[in-house]
């Protein structure tokens, strides 16, 4: 079992940026597979980005190519998100996943995740 707790979320002018963290506890966190989610209200919870259990192999979402970053320190028990670039369609609660195991292809569903956190408030104003 782990817990999630994200945290860095703001309020941001479109083109600034941010660093969304979430620290996991309570089991061995190189044992997961991890990913960033978000929603708005209305929408369903849309993929962002996930990283394999090394950090050597990340997905991406189309609309966040080449403006957000996925990355995880092991030894810190810490999953990152670094967000570039933003626009107002950026804005969304994003909620930190967590998927035990080892997987060889990227886990881009909501449903294949089984741990979450409680979510991180992220504006960008125009």
């Known amino acids: 079992q782990v817990q999630l707790v994200e945290s860095g979320g703001g309020l941001v002018q479109a083109g600034g940026s941010l660093r969304l963290s979430c620290a996991a506890s309570?089991?061995?966190?190189?044992?997961?597979?991890m990913a960033w989610f978000r929603q708005t209200p209305g929408k369903e919870r849309e993929f962002v980005a996930t990283i394999n259990w090394s950090g050597a192999n990340t997905y991406y979402a189309t609309s966040v190519k080449g403006r957000l970053t996925i990355s995880r320190d092991n030894a810190k028990s810490t999953v990152y998100l670094e967000m570039n670039s933003l626009i107002p369609e950026d804005t969304a609660v994003y909620y930190c996943?967590?998927?035990?195991?080892?997987?060889?292809?990227?886990?881009?569903?909501?449903?294949?995740?089984?741990?979450w956190g409680q979510g991180t408030q992220v504006t960008v104003s125009s």
């Open positions: 996943a967590a998927r035990l195991g080892v997987f060889h292809v990227p886990l881009s569903t909501s449903s294949e995740y089984d741990y």
């Open positions: 309570g089991s061995t966190f190189s044992s997961y597979h």
